[in-house]
């Protein structure tokens, strides 16, 4: 209701060095356009007061957080922007989906029991119990509107600061497709660029499709995932908002059953964040560490 996010997939640490230390890459880059950056599935946080909610065995939940978490993207993508414009969602995807429409009719994803509230597992078993009254509204008021304020507001301070902004949107997705996603085409790209038809101007996706392309990553469009987040006060009536969404496959950082990160990590999000880096600043083209 307060985001489109218009994901087909489903819709949609180790730190280089401590965050004090190292100077945001792009903020302002040219003072053109600040990067906005948003990352909603990076936490695996469930508060212990909603773990009742969850049919799941222990075991059985850290499994699904592995298979459903983006993990490590907050330690892939930060850096690209500054903390004060990096919006990242504090709890896991399986209590709140930031990314879905919070109203239900509008989510695609319902279907598979994926809205903003899941109901069942990435293998379309039983998540959760039947929701008291009240429940599913307390989540939405504690987690989901804050999170779209904060992304609302960074979005709005770099508009008026710089009168243009990009936001990047920050995923990752399985090497495999998923029994709930939508395209369960195998072949998989190291990397997916998810674009808005009103958002994301050509130049934007052409320059984001060359950086990682020109990296030696292999790159889709909108494919297997396909849309870009834009806050709903912006949503197809201000072109200054500008969206990307990048994806990583997760074969390329991360040991996909136990999440642990895999011994090129540090290599792989140094190569990401550059090319996100030349993505937002047309024009320029920083040397590429090779993993
Ligand atoms: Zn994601």
Do not use: W
């Not at 909610?53 to 699904?64: C, N």
């Not at 507001?153 to 902004?165: C, I, K, P």
């Amino acid at each position: 209701m307060m985001t489109v996010s218009s994901i087909a997939n489903g819709s949609r640490r180790r730190r280089l060095v401590a965050k004090s230390e190292r100077e945001p890459e792009v903020e302002m880059n040219s003072k053109l356009q600040p990067v906005v950056l948003h990352l909603p599935h990076d936490s695996t946080v469930i508060p212990p007061e909603y773990r009742d909610q969850f049919m799941l065995s222990i075991e059985q939940l850290a499994a699904e957080l592995v298979t459903m978490t983006d993990s490590h993207t907050a330690a892939i993508f930060s850096g690209i922007t500054s903390d004060r414009l990096t919006v990242r969602c504090p709890v896991s995807r399986l209590l709140v989906d930031v990314e879905r429409f919070a109203d239900d009719a509008q989510e695609i994803m319902v279907a598979r029991g994926m809205g903003v509230v899941y109901t069942q597992t990435s293998a379309g078993q039983r998540l959760r119990r039947t929701l008291r009254p009240g429940e599913r509204d307390s989540l939405l008021e504690r987690f989901y509107e804050p999170h779209h304020r904060r992304l609302t507001q960074a979005v709005s301070a770099a508009l008026q600061e710089s009168g243009t902004v990009l936001l990047l949107d920050a995923h990752s997705f399985p090497s495999r497709p998923l029994t709930y996603e939508l395209v369960q085409d195998r072949a998989r790209p190291d990397i997916c660029i998810g674009t808005d038809n009103f958002h994301t101007p050509t130049a934007v996706a052409d320059t984001f499709m060359a950086a990682f392309a020109d990296a030696g990553f292999s790159v889709a469009l909108n494919r297997p995932f396909a849309g870009a987040i834009v806050p709903m006060e912006f949503y197809r009536t201000n072109p200054a908002v500008h969206s990307v969404m990048v994806e990583v496959n997760r074969a390329l950082y991360m040991n996909e059953k136990t999440g642990e990160r895999l011994p090129c990590f540090d290599e792989v999000a140094v190569r990401v964040r550059a090319c996100c880096v030349r993505g937002s600043t047309p024009g320029r083209k920083p040397a590429l560490p090779r993993c």
